[in-house]
């Protein structure tokens, strides 16, 4: 058996509304009754309008390419975008319809594949999948630097490292590699490190949200930094 609540009539807002026997649906030709429920339910429903709206579709990436091969772009989509409905207020916080990941680990060549939609519960589309086109190019390498080791968000400012800065070399598409500007890129202490004197601590590179699917971190000279006081010498 299952339960059929009716909403024909229902208005927008908050709803309660006790299930009975008579939204019990019993299979067809069941000669069995519903006398009354063991255990009553009240359903609370949020009743709102749908909506609908034009959303671009985003691959999700997973992996990194074989060594020397590179991404040449953002992979191609087919639709490049999707009209997707469902109720307002989650279609007015969906900025994208996000497929499944495609992994990338490996690969040598272009390739392209089918990827499934990943969509909240509640909105639809009018396809379950889209076909991605891969394009992949040689790599080519860049050095940048020295560029200043910061702190990570919080910290007090009474620390620098030892050295004040690295040098980090990338790899990735020969024109985004170009293009990219230093002082774009910033280098900072390990979030998770711990603040100690004389410690050795890890850096991270952070590179620009648009470039990170096309350029890939090699190594960072040094690839550790000591903390050091403000007014300490090494």
């Known amino acids: 058996p299952r339960v059929v609540i009716p909403l024909d009539h229902a208005r927008e807002g908050l709803l309660q509304r006790a299930v009975t026997t008579n939204d019990v649906q019993l299979p067809p030709k069941s000669e069995a009754t519903v006398v009354e429920l063991v255990k009553p339910v009240v359903l609370t429903l949020n009743i709102e309008p749908t909506a609908s709206a034009i ?138 490190s711990r603040a100690a004197p004389n410690e050795s601590v890890g850096v991270e590179v952070v590179l620009p949200a648009a470039v990170r699917h096309r350029i890939q971190i090699d190594r960072v000279e040094p690839g550790a930094v000591v903390l050091m006081r403000l007014g300490d010498h090494s």
């Open 55 to 192: 959303r671009p579709v985003s691959v999700r990436l997973r992996g990194r390419p074989a060594e020397g091969r590179t991404l040449a772009g953002r992979p191609r989509v087919e639709p490049e975008t999707l009209t997707v409905s469902g109720p307002g207020s989650v279609i007015a916080r969906l900025d994208s319809v996000r497929t499944e990941e495609l992994t990338l680990d490996h690969r040598e060549a272009g390739f392209e594949a089918t990827l499934r939609l990943r969509l909240p519960e509640g909105v639809r589309a009018r396809t379950e999948r889209v076909s991605v086109f891969v394009d992949l190019v040689e790599a080519t390498r860049r050095t940048l630097g020295p560029l200043a080791v910061g702190l990570p968000t919080g910290w007090p400012r009474v620390w620098r490292s030892e050295p004040e800065s690295v040098l980090v070399v990338l790899s990735g598409a020969p024109d985004a590699l170009r293009d990219l500007r230093q002082r774009d890129v910033r280098v900072r202490i390990a979030p998770a």
